[in-house]
């Protein structure tokens, strides 16, 4: 235990008791009322001893009891009345037992509690000063070991606190990471969105460039009827609107006169061409135009003479 001799002021304040039980009202008697704080003070900065201390009041009696946390050396006072410590010199009007505790080392193996009261009365500083000794308490090994427990059920208590208070901040934490991925995700989504939107645009602008320069070739060797048949029928069907070249090539063989071959778009006749006899021999015709499509319009080419070889029919779109 560090040298006693010097006295020094306690740090004790209300904030450091713990109060255990309270008992008392306004229509109770002093002899009714029951007090008993507890808690851990020093008497000079850091890094001096720690003390526990307890302080009952029971029936008007004030017992006080201390103990040091490293060497377990415990003191304590009598059941004291309110005039074993309190005289003509040091009374405050109206004050009771509670209004006199704090502690402050005194000389050899005792410890003496002093209290220093200042307070004015009409403008006029006055400093009241309290004294108890207390006596040291002859230890077994049991109090020894109960003193150290209790020393264990402190740091159990701030370990459980600073446990919570870690478990708390992680929530918060977790919370916050949470709030965080969602605003991510928002952002994510809106960013998902925005592209799918471009790429939509990008792949409408690059359709329409691609239908621009759309192209149908179709080849046909036979007829059906006076229809040539372009792979297996007699109609081609334009599935893209527009403004298309049409071309049609013609191989074919004849001996009549005054036969044409005709182009045409759904039940008109668009364009028409007049065939040549060369007696029996092959002949080529062309038919060129340009037509505006619709949608699902469909072109036939009627051919009522004999083709020789292959016959081609070509879409060039030019324009919207």
């Known amino acids: 235990m560090s040298n006693p001799m010097k006295q020094h002021q306690s740090s004790c304040t209300p904030e450091t008791m713990s109060p255990k039980s309270t008992v008392s009202s306004s229509e109770c008697s002093i002899s009714d009322e029951f007090l008993e704080f507890e808690g851990t003070t020093i008497f000079a900065p850091p ?15 004030l017992r006080i009891w201390l103990e040091s946390c490293e060497t377990k050396e415990q003191w304590c006072t009598a059941h004291m009345n309110l005039e074993d410590y309190v005289d003509s010199t040091n009374a405050i009007p109206n004050a009771t037992a509670t209004d006199y505790v704090t502690f402050q080392r005194h000389k050899g193996e005792m410890f003496r509690l002093e209290v220093t009261v200042k307070f004015q009365v009409l403008k006029q500083s006055r400093v009241t000063i309290y004294a108890i000794d207390m006596e040291s308490i002859s230890l077994e090994r049991i109090d020894i070991v109960e003193a150290k427990m209790r ?29 965080e991925l969602k605003l991510q995700k928002e952002e994510i989504r809106d960013e998902i969105s925005q592209l799918k939107n471009e790429l939509k645009a990008d792949l409408d602008e690059l359709r329409i460039a691609q239908d621009a320069c759309t192209t ?4 046909a060797t036979t007829r059906q009827g006076e229809w040539i048949l372009w792979e297996d029928a007699a109609g081609v069907k334009m599935l893209i609107p527009g403004t298309y070249q049409v071309t049609v090539i013609v191989n074919y063989q004849t001996t009549c006169v005054n036969t044409s071959i005709q182009l045409v778009q759904g039940n008109s006749v668009i ?12 002949n080529s015709v062309s038919l060129v135009c340009i037509t505006a499509v619709e949608k699902d319009d469909q072109f036939f080419v009627k051919c009522p003479i004999s083709l020789t070889g292959a016959s081609y029919l070509t879409f060039v779109r030019i324009g919207n």
């Open 151 to 179: 020393d264990l059920e402190n740091e159990v208590a701030r370990l459980r606190d600073e446990s919570e208070e870690v478990i708390w901040n992680q929530g918060k934490g977790l919370q916050d990471l949470i709030v």
């Open 216 to 219: 149908v070739q179709k080849q």
């Open 271 to 282: 364009q028409s061409v007049y065939c040549g006899a060369d007696q029996g021999y092959c």
């Open 47 to 61: 890094p001096s001893p720690t003390y526990r201390y307890s302080m009952s009041l029971k029936s008007g009696k």
